[in-house]
């Protein structure tokens, strides 16, 4: 079977939080004024009080509202996909399915959360959020999920993709929402950033800081983060509870999980569902990251600002340093600083394998992918898949027959300039 697909019924109704099966205690946030653990009351300057519960919560299953389904039903469940064309291509003996998030109405696995935030500070009369993206999956991911809940949303767009990726801000924009170019002189964080460097590219960090800043200094307005914090990931694992099920109503199981890693949402919404997995049959689950921004294969475990103006709280994660500026690749999404701390612990104990890839390479693969299934992956999607056709070619070494299964986070058919870019010989390695 090629497709395989869930009845609406099917679609889960509790999201899947992974605190309470951590191998070790997840490090507390920080205040960095006084170096003790933040309290909730603490951060409810930008996040409502529904998000702080769950971002502390021991519960492992979390009921997902019905208003929050039912928008869900708008894409999901979503196809996992059998990729025979790419397993002919190659003559592996593996098999290989990915998980298809790129039919949401914003083309990514975005919404998951989007759509939960923006419920959730609908219901506590928030009028409207502040958030930052990289390559605007995220970004335009909220502005359709606060144009379905009547909030304003304005996002700072990392200036280099700003200028690299026009089809998303005129996405953004479609839904109704303000975007701009981040450093920008709207906050005090970015002008001290362009007093500077007038020219600088911008990073996530710095449009981390415009966002929180404009939030904390606006009565009606918190902040709405896309990755990294713990309950932006367990909104994502709508993604592996739908793949679990998927695998065994055919028999199957992974023995190789791959997903694509900025802050980690994309990646943990398919894997933490089977990180039991790993010590009960052996399962690899592997994080791919741009070698342009290797965070989790050279970064530091060290407690970090999650932004680079030292808005946020401390956060123990890998980090290349808050003030990091990534080279501006085309995988917008994927150039961030920091990654999810729950993430970070399940490669500290050895759970999770981390690999970073240059920027050609998983061009090279995105094409393969593009010309054997048909779809057009995003530059992200892509570090997934390079590394997907590395274990099948592996796999094709060693004759070995074994499942495995990649999240295919969001189609590029919005990233075509990267692609022009590869195709015309001007993409370069960093």
């Known amino acids: 079977m090629r497709k ?15 605190l309470p099966d951590l191998p070790e205690d997840l490090p ?41 389904r039912d928008i869900y039903a708008l894409w999901r469940p979503t196809p996992l996909i059998r990729a025979k064309r790419l397993e002919e291509y190659l003559k592996t003996p593996a098999r290989i399915y ?33 958030t930052e993206t990289g390559a605007g999956q995220w970004g335009s991911a909220l502005c359709f ?35 701009i170019p981040s450093p920008s002189d709207r906050t005090e964080s ?24 404009d939030a904390v ?32 109503s055919i028999g199957e199981e992974p023995d190789v999980i791959v997903g694509c890693v900025g802050g980690g949402s994309n990646f943990a919404g398919l894997s933490y569902p089977f990180v039991k997995d790993v010590e009960k049959r052996g399962t690899k689950i592997i994080a791919v990251e741009p070698a342009a921004c290797p965070t989790l294969t050279k970064g530091e475990y060290r407690y970090d600002f999650g932004d680079t103006a030292g808005l946020t709280p401390l956060l123990k994660m890998y980090t290349l340093g808050h003030d990091f500026i990534p080279p501006p690749i085309h995988a917008g999404g ?53 590394v997907v056709i590395d274990e099948a070619i592996k796999a094709r070494e060693e004759n070995e027959e074994k499942v495995i299964l990649f999240g295919f986070s969001g189609h590029g058919l919005l990233d075509l300039k990267a692609y022009d870019d590869f195709l015309s010989g001007k993409l370069q390695d960093v």
């Open 4 to 18: 395989i697909l869930l009845d609406e019924n099917e679609m889960p109704k509790e999201w899947y939080n992974i």
């Open 28 to 68: 507390p946030p920080l205040n960095p004024a006084t170096n003790e653990p933040v309290k909730p009351e603490e951060l409810e300057a930008i996040f409502p009080k529904a998000l702080i519960k769950q971002e502390m919560s021991q519960e492992r299953w979390i009921r997902i509202p019905e208003e929050v």
């Open 98 to 130: 990915f998980k298809y998030e790129g039919g949401s109405p914003p083309g990514s696995h975005k919404p998951n959360t989007a759509v939960a935030q923006a419920y959730y500070n609908a219901k506590e009369g928030v009028e409207r959020l502040t």
């Open 145 to 179: 999920a606060t144009k379905l809940f009547d909030l304003k949303c304005t996002v700072y767009m990392v200036k280099v993709s700003y200028h690299q990726k026009p089809y998303r801000r005129i996405l953004m924009e479609t839904w109704g929402g303000e975007v």
């Open 190 to 213: 970015g002008r001290r950033i362009l007093e500077k460097d007038p020219d600088n590219p911008g990073s996530l960090g710095i449009a981390i800081s415009e966002a929180i800043e």
């Open 217 to 248: 200094k606006n009565e009606d307005t918190k902040y709405s983060l896309g990755s990294v914090l713990n309950h932006v990931l367990l909104h994502q694992t709508v993604i592996g509870l739908e793949a679990k099920k998927q695998l065994e």
């Open 334 to 386: 994927l150039r961030y600083h920091g990654d999810a701390p729950t993430l970070c612990i399940l490669v500290k104990n050895g759970l999770v394998e981390a690999r970073a890839v240059k920027q050609i390479p998983t061009f090279e693969a995105g094409l393969i992918f593009a010309r054997t299934e048909g779809i057009v992956p995003a530059p992200e999607t892509n570090h997934a898949i390079r």
